[in-house]
């Protein structure tokens, strides 16, 4: 493996521990001198660096084993966060949709699909649909 900067190792830490390209690059560079346009700019660059990419996926990796994260993990706890959201004596909708996006998120679902560019550019609808008054009472009892 090529050795990285120490500025990019602390930009491909930061960018795990963020998930914000251009927060990770002002963490991890000076850029007070910078417009926010150069920023992301500069931070995209890094992201399309091979070397940066590697890291970071491996960075991932090694979180996902020390903490030993699944996807189904992640998707049983967003399930159970749904439940008790609706369940509540005045359910929290917001928390259940959040819960909801969440599961999408970690299945892709929140990404085109479509190889065509043309496609990709038009924008997503996304319905949200609030449970039934008997939905919630069904939900209730499971809990």
Known sequence: MTTLTPKQENFCL???ETGNASQAYRQAYSVEQMKPESVHRKAKELLDNGKITARIEQLQADNVARHKITVDNLLDELDHIYKIALSQTIP???VAVSAVMGKAKLLGFDKPKADNEEIQ????TIMLVAPTPEEIAEMKKQA
Request: aromatic share 20%; with cysteine; hydrophobic share 40%.
């Open 14 to 16: 930061f960018y795990v």
């Open 121 to 124: 550019h038009l924008p997503t």
């Open 92 to 94: 929290q909708c917001a």
